[in-house]
């Protein structure tokens, strides 16, 4: 690899540059195309899974057949879900919204918006391009909504995910435990989520995951995207 870059000095600055810090298309934007080619990759695979009912489809059945056997955690179920729900997310949407917009942060604002608006707008695209019907003896229609991929899943991981984003750039000098504790925080909620919905019997575990999928690719997007123009010479931060 080294006589390789001495050889091919263009390479080597090019690879170079990918992984430097504090430029507009440095490490940030790789780690960020990085995460989305995965989200996509996973994305793809579950859902051919799903299309041609393999062993995944099986693993749904089971789980949600034994989850079924267990009505005891209905109502913390129930209060996990309702985190997940268009209601809280819109309000914390607004409110964040707001926050932004006193402290005159129109670049955070603007990923913001995009970030959430734009993951509700993908997510009923591929519920309508998949129309995958919801586990049977669902509380939920099918006619009502589609089940694939789950927008609790994928919504909850966009607007936590890009709340603990936000918090960052605000608080510069949050700390690495700080950070730490904000970000497993967002991380056990929205996996909590994910499992109220297999709980609940509204989702397979197959729906759940391509929700993270979904919701990881498009919250890479959009925080690499604001931070492309965040890091521009010419940009007031």
């Not at 926050?99 to 942060?105: S, Y």
């Not at 918090?167 to 499992?195: C, E, F, M, N, S």
Request: some cysteine; proline content about 4%; aromatic content about 10%.
């Amino acid at each position: 690899m080294q006589r390789l870059m001495a050889r091919y000095p263009r390479i080597r600055a090019f690879v170079g540059a990918r992984f430097a810090r504090g430029t507009p298309f440095g490490l940030h934007l790789t780690l960020g195309l990085s995460i989305s080619l995965i989200g996509l990759f996973v994305f793809a695979s579950i859902a051919e899974n799903v299309f041609y009912r393999t062993s995944l489809v099986q693993l749904d059945l089971w789980l949600f057949e034994q989850l079924q056997m267990k009505p005891s955690g209905y109502m913390i179920a129930q209060v996990f879900t309702a985190l997940g729900s268009w209601l809280p997310l819109t309000a914390l949407t607004v409110t964040v919204g707001i926050i932004l917009t006193m402290r005159r942060q129109w670049l955070l604002l603007g990923g913001w918006l995009i970030a959430v608006i734009g993951g509700e707008l993908l997510n009923l695209v591929l519920k309508g391009a998949f129309q995958r019907p919801r586990p049977e003896h669902s509380e939920i229609l099918s006619t009502e909504s589609w089940s694939f991929p789950s927008g609790h899943a994928m919504l909850s991981l966009v607007v936590y995910g890009m709340l603990v984003y936000l918090v960052t750039r605000l608080d510069p000098d949050i700390g690495r435990r700080r950070l730490a504790i904000v970000t497993l925080g967002a991380a056990v909620l929205i996996l909590a989520i994910g499992w109220s919905r297999i709980y609940l019997g509204v989702h397979h575990l197959s729906h759940v995951l391509a929700g993270y999928a979904a919701g990881a690719l498009w919250l890479s997007v959009c925080s690499s995207a604001v931070e492309v123009v965040r890091r521009r010479p010419s940009v007031s931060r």
